[in-house]
């Protein structure tokens, strides 16, 4: 008998355990297929390059069946491309679409592109239609029309309905799967019908009351259902308050209201009152993990997410924009650098320590990006408190600069004994980290408020500013009080 119970999902570090075990076998492939190659004079050449692919791959292929969807993703992803096509061709038809659900934008990408016209239409196939709708726009025209025509209407009709809103609003993150029921029913009869179902659909934690025309009435939490006398009323169990949201809000909202009200899953109830749709916890998860890894990468000045073993040239090219800017600003920073060259001529010692200055500030700088990114994600920064916010960053400023100011301060003048040099450094200090505290809140909200990520390119503006105006701040003292 076939066991057909999906596989256990392992710990983090069995997890890394089954990668390391993968990597050797594909290495112990590639060692015998290179000895048997240096072996083609042999007569039993082919039988034996036959039963030695066939031992590792056999192996390799049990190995893969036994893992979770979202495992082999993470092992695809921590491959070189070659060894991850080769991975990809042993698993099982039937775990192809649930694990390109779960690798990263990039990979998924790759496996798109990689993948043959009818291998990937047969992969694409496997998927419910909201989870088509996720990798919909991925996907060549042509392949997603032939990939609906096996689909019936409501599913043909779902996707165009969800494909029709933004990716970062409620509307295409909704899922069709959910179960309503009448107010003028019984427990006995809704537990009936729940009972005459195969299965119930993930992260169902209560039920959704409509009326003869669909429209939304309340929430029936399971619980309620299940602890109740089975002749109770829908109507007297249910509740008409509920946290809902609309398939047009933000994408974001809806995520801080999941954390903040602890949700398993929410109606989504058009401008009519109509339920069109329900929204789940593992598809807001995914939606922040998402985020969070794009604004990462932007913050880094990557565009957008980035596949860790993509190819050079498409490596390369992603970074060339933010390489240009900072090659700009770098310029702009060392002409002010140039514009006190008599100074450094004649104060040798100010080439050493300007680093010291230009460092701190950008690190500082980078330290109030990072809070502001932070807290217009989850929707902490208003325009009423904006103010206050810069007040308090100046603060900060001004507290580190006056102690650090010191601090390097007092190490110049032990270094050079020189008192007019240690009171320029902390001086220049004091007004870097002010200048950082301001630009790390202005630049963030700036972009924010033009419709931009606020993580996109942030740091790399920021370094610039604190770089070049920390070396003109310093050497502009330097000039005007040790000349």
Known sequence: MTDTAAPLRPSPHQVEEHLRQIIKLLEKHRLVETLVDRDRASPRHQLIESLVHRQHLVELQLKLHSLHPADIAYILEALPLEDRLLVWR????????EVLLEVSDAVRDWVIEVLERPALVKVLGQLDADDLADLAEAVAEDVLAEVLQTRNARDRDWLQTTMAYPEDQVGHLMSPDILTVRENQRVEQ?????????ALPPNTDQLFVVDARHSFKGVLPLPALLLNDPQQPI?????????????????????????RYDL???????????????????????????????????????QGDEDLFAPIWASARNRWLWLAVNLCTAFIASRAIGLFEDTITQIVALAT????IAGIGGNSGNQTTALVVRGLALGEITPENTWHLVFKELGVGLLN???WGATVGLFAWLLYRNLPLGGVMAAAMLLNLLLAALMGVAIPLTMHRLGRDPAMGSSVLLTFITDGMGFFIFLGLATVFLL
């Open 90 to 97: 042993q698993m099982r038809d039937e775990q192809g679409g």
């Open 190 to 198: 809704v537990l009936w019908l729940l009972r005459g179902r195969e």
């Open 235 to 259: 109507s007297a169990l249910m509740m008409t308050d509920p946290v809902l949201f609309s398939p047009t809000d933000d994408a974001d909202d809806a995520a801080r209201a999941f954390e």
């Open 264 to 302: 398993v899953s929410a109606p989504v109830v058009n401008e009519r009152g109509k339920l069109v749709g329900r929204l789940t916890v593992d598809e807001v998860m995914d939606y922040i993990r998402e985020e969070s890894e794009e604004d990462v990468l932007n913050m880094a000045g990557l």
């Open 353 to 356: 320590l300007m680093p010291i």
């Open 401 to 403: 600069g006056l102690v």
